[in-house]
């Protein structure tokens, strides 16, 4: 049976999920496509250089808002149902938040879209990030706020669940991958108070003209409180894939289950208390917050390192049952002509790439050499846009026909998909981080300037926009070819032929029963969590509101 | 809770990268002596740039031998000097900038060095920079600031001591 069959209502909201996903990603995806183009200065015929900041907020919201919200939405309604073996709690509920975040989407894109029609008064060109004084139309703060509500709710239903199944099962060990969602979704429902105070409480209101001014700095902080920990809600769904199906997808098991649930209660722990990182370079910011700031994200390294410890060695241990021998050569014995199998491998591999560059943002004086240059997102490229992006494609490979009962299609494209992600990113990031390192701005239509002449570290400047053009390219297709794997199974006949995949996940060589209890009990992990918050943004958010909420304000320029 | 001994000696060698890390940042806040930008800028109501005693008319003035302060505004799309006119400072000085804006965030980076902050309104942000020789440097506005700001740039020119005249 598939889990189509055993979890109808569930099956219905992760393929709707997984749909609105997909769809944003295409668009993204397309979006970044003009960027690597129009940056380089091969062909700048899409886009005006004014509207290229309207295509990077599409591209920036519709893939680090749209496709990652909706994606682990639904990623998580698997591993909750498949994992406590019930299905979802109520499919009214479900709609109820799938709907919230889909309209929530559909408001903020138009606010977004409707930038390239210059006939219609409405826009919001603000990137991502949405710095205030800049101002977007009040639709694309509303839409925003209801896609975060919307997965609210949605960690609600996850939690609901485990209670129903606690009820039944007294006295058991939560399963594993419940686990990671809830310690998910806790880190999630702390840090994303900071970004809804900012919207709801400041930029609402003076979007609609309530309040004439906003503090600049308070709402960049809010939005940082929340900046760094959503880059775990990204990457936890990544770990959750690479603990729990990569080491079967090996051919093997988890090594050991203990050692996961720290991973996740660390980063429950450390996550938020990180902010002020996005904000070393920031005036109005003591420097003892910054270094505090440093110090808690140097140690969020070690969940980071513990978990490519255990990923490499449930590898490992899943090629020597797969015959595999030798110090490496184990590794010839892995499947790599299974896209689910090669696709999060590859990601596994980039993020450890982007582990480094990460360690040199974290570190607070060099930072100084590069921030808000290129080398930014070339860094994290690597990590949502390929350890969560190429994963997300890569478990779709092994999820989608598990949802929809139906076979995977085009085989083929599916092999090459991974590799060709991971060789266009390979060309993509590398010059993006050495551009960066001579100094090319990032978020730039045209990063060429009369009086200033960017001089390589390493390589040429020519050489370096050659392979962004072609790296961002590849991406492309590479990103065109899962949609049509996507696609095709999609609308293939159920029925036709057996479903080669087996969803069964086989338990960790070491069981939950050799970890103490206390790691399931997550509300001392919240407490000692918003103790570290406490400390980590009491004093700085109290000097900041200190000289009055709105003040020093600033009015609206809207953009 | 079992741990695997290569995982123990793993986790070993984590630890002691990051308190490396910690170490070597330290050392660069402490013995190199690499301020962050701070609050010591203090703040300024960014609807009255144009009004205050320090940006009303900014530039480049002396305050002692070999010692400079530099007050520039960030606005859309040009810094106030260094854009239409270059921020001129001679060799072997020490120049404090204080940068602020009067619109929206902007970013203030000179290229290929680690002078780089971000701009923000109602903060002035407040950097002490070294220039030993003379040569011209590139100012780009690193930080999204609206439709034009990929035309957000300014240069410094680091002029021999005898021949200065006085900044921009
Ligand atoms: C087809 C694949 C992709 C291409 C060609 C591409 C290209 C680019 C380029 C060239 C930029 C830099 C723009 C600039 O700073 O001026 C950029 C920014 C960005 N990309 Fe991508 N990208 C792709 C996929 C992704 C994915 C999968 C994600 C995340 C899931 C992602 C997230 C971002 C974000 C967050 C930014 C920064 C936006 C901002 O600065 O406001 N990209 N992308
Ligand atoms: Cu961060
Ligand atoms: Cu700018």
Redesign the pocket.
């Known amino acids: 049976m598939a889990y189509v069959d055993d979890y109808p209502d569930a099956s219905k909201l992760v393929r709707a999920c997984f749909g609105v996903s997909f769809v944003a990603?295409g668009l993204?995806?397309?979006f970044?496509?003009i960027?690597?183009l129009h940056?380089t200065n091969v062909f700048r015929g899409f886009v005006s250089s004014a509207d290229?900041y309207t295509v990077?907020?599409g591209?920036?919201v519709l893939?680090?808002l749209v496709?990652?919200t909706f994606f682990i939405a639904g990623l998580f309604t698997w591993a909750t149902t498949h994992s406590l073996e019930r299905d979802v709690p109520s499919l009214t509920l479900g709609w109820t938040w799938f709907a919230m975040m889909l309209v929530g989407t559909a408001l903020a894109a138009t606010a977004i879209l409707a930038g390239f029609v210059p006939s219609i008064d409405m826009s919001a060109d603000v990137?991502?990030?949405f710095y205030a004084p800049l101002q977007a139309h009040p639709i694309f703060y509303i839409g925003a706020a209801l896609i975060i509500v919307g997965s609210w709710i949605a960690g609600y239903t996850y939690f609901k669940n485990l209670w129903g199944w606690r009820q039944d099962n007294p006295g058991e060990r939560i399963p594993l991958r419940t686990f990671m969602v809830v310690t998910t979704m806790l880190m999630w429902y702390i840090s994303t108070i900071g970004v809804a105070i900012e919207v709801v409480v400041f930029l609402i209101p003076w979007s609609l003209g309530l309040i004439s001014q906003v503090d600049p700095l308070i709402t960049r902080t809010l939005f940082w409180y929340f900046g760094h920990p959503v880059v775990y809600f990204?990457l936890m769904p990544a770990y959750l894939v690479w603990y729990t199906v990569l080491p079967k997808l090996s051919g093997g098991r988890l090594f050991s289950d203990p050692l996961a649930r720290v991973v996740f209660v660390l980063f429950l722990l450390l996550s938020t208390p990180v902010g002020f990182h996005h904000q070393y370079l920031d005036p109005g910011i003591p420097e003892g917050f910054k270094f505090i700031a440093m110090t808690n994200t140097m140690f969020l390294l070690l969940p980071s390192l513990l978990t490519a410890f255990t990923v490499v060695a449930s590898m490992e241990h899943g090629a020597r049952q797969n015959g595999g021998t030798g110090r490496f050569g184990w590794l010839g014995s892995l499947p790599w002509d299974n896209p689910a199998f090669s696709g999060s491998a590859l990601a596994g591999l980039m993020f450890a790439a982007g582990g480094f560059s990460g360690m040199i943002n974290a570190g607070m004086n060099i930072n100084y050499l590069i921030h808000n240059t290129?080398w930014v997102?070339g860094h994290?490229?690597l990590t949502?846009?390929?350890a969560?992006?190429l994963t997300a494609m890569a478990i779709s490979y092994w999820l989608v026909p598990q949802i929809t009962g139906k076979r995977l299609q085009f085989r083929g494209l599916a092999l090459v998909q991974p590799y060709l992600w991971f060789f266009?990113m390979t060309l993509?990031s590398n010059a993006?981080h050495r551009a960066g390192l001579a100094g090319v701005p990032?978020?730039?239509?045209e990063?060429q300037y009369g009086s200033v002449d960017f001089s390589g570290v390493v390589g040429g400047m020519t050489e370096m926009r050659i392979q962004?053009a072609i790296?961002?390219?590849l991406?492309?297709v590479?990103?065109l070819l899962f949609l049509v794997v996507m696609a095709g199974t999609w609308m293939a006949e159920r029925g036709r032929g057996q479903l080669t995949v087996n969803g069964v996940i086989p338990p960790a060589l070491s069981g939950p029963e050799h970890s103490p209890r206390i790691i399931d009990n997550y509300r001392v992990w919240v407490a000692i969590a918003i103790g570290l918050i406490i400390i980590a943004y009491g004093p700085p958010m109290f000097d900041l509101v200190a000289d009055g909420l709105l003040e020093p304000g600033s009015p609206a320029f809207p953009a | 809770m079992e741990i695997h001994r290569f995982e123990k000696l793993w986790l070993a060698a984590g630890i002691l990268l990051i308190v490396g890390f910690i170490a070597t940042v330290t050392y660069g806040a402490v013995g190199e002596g690499v301020a962050m930008v701070n609050d010591d800028g203090g703040t300024i109501d960014p609807t009255k740039v144009s009004e205050d005693a320090n940006f009303s008319d900014p530039g480049v003035e002396q305050v002692g031998p070999h010692e400079y302060e530099a007050h520039i505004v960030a606005q859309q799309f040009l810094f106030k000097p260094g854009t239409s006119t270059p921020i001129r400072v001679p060799a072997n000085s020490t120049v404090t900038f204080y940068v602020t804006s009067s619109d929206v965030v902007h970013g203030f980076n000179i290229v290929g060095t680690n002078v780089n902050t971000m701009v923000i309104p109602g903060q002035v942000a407040k950097m002490k920079v070294r220039f030993e020789e003379p040569r011209e440097y590139g100012i780009v506005c690193n930080e999204?600031c609206g439709a034009g700001h990929h035309t957000m740039a300014g240069t410094i020119e680091v002029v021999p001591e005898d021949d200065y005249e006085g900044g921009a």
């Not at chain 1, 990032?442 to 239509?445: G, L, N, Q, V």
């Open positions: 990603l993204g995806g397309f970044g496509l960027q690597a940056r290229y990077l907020t591209h920036g893939l680090v496709f990652t990137l991502f990030t990204w290129l997102p994290f490229h949502v846009g390929t969560f992006a266009g993509m993006m990032r978020r730039t239509a990063p962004i790296g961002g390219t991406l492309f590479s990103l | 999204y």
